[in-house]
Nanobody
Framework: QVQLVESGGRLVQAGGSLRLSCAAS????????LGWFRQAPGKEREFVAT????????LYAASVKGRFTISRDNAKNTVYLQMNSLKPEDTAVYYC????????????????WGQGTQVTVSS
């Protein structure tokens, strides 16, 4: 069983940057696909980014492509989300998730989730 803990969320001004971290424990996740999702107030949870176990060919939502970067350090069992040029519409609770096998942009493909970390972008 893998447990996930996100951190790094806080209040930041528009145009600023944040790096979120997601630390896994309980089992090495080197062969797992990893994803970041977010949920804004009053909205459904949506896909943000995903990465394979090897770290190659990450996939991004159109709304964050070019601004966000997902990466992972398998030795540290940690996945990161570097967020640059933040906008007020990026305000949400950000969740990381893992799944066995290949990466995916579908929420239903993930079976383990963290508790989320709040990111608030002020205008």
């Amino acid at each position: 069983q893998v447990q996930l803990v996100e951190s790094g969320g806080r209040l930041v001004q528009a145009g600023g940057s944040l790096r979120l971290s997601c630390a896994a424990s309980g089992r090495t996740f080197s062969s797992y696909g990893l994803g970041w999702f977010r949920q804004a107030p009053g909205k459904e949870r949506e896909f943000v980014a995903t990465i394979t176990w090897s770290g190659r060919n990450p996939l991004y939502a159109a709304s964050v492509k070019g601004r966000f970067t997902i990466s992972r350090d398998n030795a540290k069992n940690t996945v990161y989300l570097q967020m640059n040029s933040l906008k007020p519409e990026d305000t949400a609770v950000y969740y990381c998730a893992v799944r066995r096998g290949a990466y995916s942009d579908r929420e239903s493909d993930y079976d383990t989730w963290g508790q989320g970390t709040q990111v608030t972008v002020s205008s």
